[in-house]
């Protein structure tokens, strides 16, 4: 690969610069349209069993419309990452929060059905699928290769956080106000964030030139899309990401209905459990991203392989799934959720930091958009197989184990692919894609 061209030196106020106090104020705004981002991914799994009932729908046809809201997702996500190229990400990233709540007022109408429920969650899949890789690749503008794991976990905690405030809160709208207005308030939600993001969102200093710009620079400094998707980080970055993303729409979509129908608990404590669940998966995800601060700041980073690292969370993540859908004493399994289950979430944050690093900047929007659309079929798939697999069973409590142990199943094996082969130093050698540490930016104290 020729040698990347290197930004005009220029200088910049530290407060502006790479991992400023405007870094920061990006990275928090970002958290919270990460926030919205998965209350609206939550809302028909704690509408479910009201839903359910009002329309008349099995378990297999209500996992048709969750598996409807990422029917276009992946394709999204793939074509709007190319628009990275093209247009700035702080307006793509407004347009999606707009796009979210317009997609979500419409089932305040009463005569709303489930056919409306459909497609409206085919439309804000299609709104949503871009968010993670767009989001990610801006606040990848904001610092440098080796200070991107903590904004980057941040980032995903949103998808705890969000789950963590929509259980308990849509949970409360939907007892008090009915199951609509559960999607009303994630709506209007998305407005604000909007508005919010309008005022204070700003492209970062280190953010790849777009446009005519962008063109010009990728003849010095891009490598064949085909050799980053077909090497070993990539691919089991993807698998590894999938079954993570898998545990995570089987919890948003089943575990309220599973606390309900087979633990025997009501709304408000299954609600309560998933948003105590979701904080636990935010302190695992936040924690991670601490660690591997210090230990890029120290030096130490390269002890463990980032994929070895996380594969291993994967295997551990397979042991807890097992354990939670095998054991029926709730003092053993209620912890489960409450992190173990949540050390698979870590490998989308390391497969999304381990793919920034063997990509040079031009293409880094484009790659995270291919891996969002792999990883996220997750969301399709694991719907539709949980749910069926539930139905087909003689008894939900039978099914609802057998739905678990296939999860288990596949965080053992991706777990297993991620340790021996998620190696992005050595593939970043191999495509010859340096760290960037020079930026062609000076800060001024």
């Known amino acids: 690969m020729k040698a990347v061209t290197v930004a005009a030196r220029r200088t910049v106020p530290a407060h502006t610069g790479p991992g400023g106090r405007q870094a920061w104020t990006t990275t928090w705004l970002l958290l919270a349209f990460m926030v919205v981002n998965f209350a609206d991914k939550a809302v028909l799994g704690l509408a479910g069993p009201e839903i359910m009932k009002e329309f008349g729908l099995g378990r297999q046809e209500?996992?048709?419309?969750?598996?409807?809201?990422?029917?276009?997702?992946?394709?999204?996500?793939?074509?709007?990452?190319?628009?990275?190229?093209?247009?700035?990400?702080?307006?793509?990233?407004?347009?999606?929060?707009?796009?979210?709540?317009?997609?979500?007022?419409?089932?305040?109408?009463?005569?709303?059905?489930?056919?409306?429920?459909?497609?409206?969650?085919?439309?804000?899949?299609?709104?949503?699928?871009?968010?993670?890789?767009?989001?990610?690749?801006?606040?990848?503008?904001?610092?440098?290769?080796?200070?991107?794991?903590?904004?980057?976990?941040?980032?995903?905690?949103?998808?705890?956080?969000?789950?963590?405030?929509?259980?308990?809160?849509?949970?409360?709208?939907?007892?008090?106000?009915?199951?609509?207005?559960?999607?009303?308030?994630?709506?209007?939600?998305?407005?604000?964030?909007?508005?919010?993001?309008?005022?204070?969102?700003?492209?970062?200093?280190?953010?790849?030139?777009?446009?005519?710009?962008?063109?010009?620079?990728?003849?010095?400094?891009?490598?064949?899309?085909?050799?980053?998707?077909?090497?070993?980080?990539?691919?089991?970055a993807a698998l590894g990401a999938f079954a993570a993303y898998w545990v995570m729409s089987a919890k948003l979509t089943w575990l309220p209905d599973y606390l309900q129908t087979v633990v025997g608990w009501d709304l408000g404590q299954a609600g309560a459990a998933v948003g105590g669940g979701a904080v636990a998966n935010g302190v695992v995800l936040l924690a991670h991203g601490l660690l591997a601060r210090r230990a890029a700041r120290c030096g130490t980073g390269g002890r463990l392989p980032a994929g070895a690292g996380a594969g291993l969370l994967l295997v551990a993540s397979a042991g807890a799934v097992t354990v939670f859908a095998t054991v029926d004493a709730l003092w053993i399994k209620v912890p489960m959720m409450f992190g173990p289950m949540a050390l698979a979430l870590v490998m989308i944050t390391v497969a999304q930091t381990a793919i920034a690093r063997i990509t040079p900047p031009s293409q880094r929007g484009v790659v995270l958009g291919a891996l969002v659309a792999v990883f996220s079929l997750g969301g399709v798939v694991s719907p539709l197989v949980l749910g069926r697999i539930v139905d087909s069973a003689a008894t939900a409590t039978s099914g609802y184990e057998n739905g678990w142990l296939v999860t288990a199943a596949l965080l053992l094996i991706t777990g297993i692919l991620a340790a021996l082969f998620m190696r992005p130093e050595r593939d970043a050698r191999r495509l010859g894609v340096p760290e960037f540490a020079s930026t062609g930016i000076a800060v001024s104290h």
């Open 62 to 236: 209500f996992g048709v419309a969750q598996a409807a809201f990422f029917s276009l997702f992946s394709l999204s996500a793939l074509g709007v990452s190319f628009l990275t190229r093209k247009v700035r990400t702080s307006v793509l990233l407004v347009a999606m929060g707009l796009l979210w709540s317009v997609t979500q007022l419409p089932m305040l109408w009463g005569a709303a059905g489930f056919g409306t429920l459909i497609v409206t969650r085919v439309l804000l899949g299609i709104a949503e699928g871009p968010a993670a890789p767009v989001a990610v690749h801006h606040v990848h503008g904001w610092f440098e290769q080796r200070e991107r794991t903590l904004p980057t976990a941040v980032l995903m905690v949103g998808a705890a956080a969000g789950v963590a405030v929509a259980a308990p809160t849509l949970g409360a709208v939907i007892s008090h106000f009915g199951w609509r207005w559960a999607f009303g308030t994630a709506g209007i939600a998305g407005l604000l964030w909007a508005a919010a993001w309008t005022v204070r969102g700003k492209e970062g200093p280190l953010a790849p030139p777009v446009g005519r710009a962008a063109d010009a620079e990728s003849e010095a400094g891009e490598v064949p899309l085909r050799a980053v998707f077909f090497s070993g980080t990539f691919i089991t």
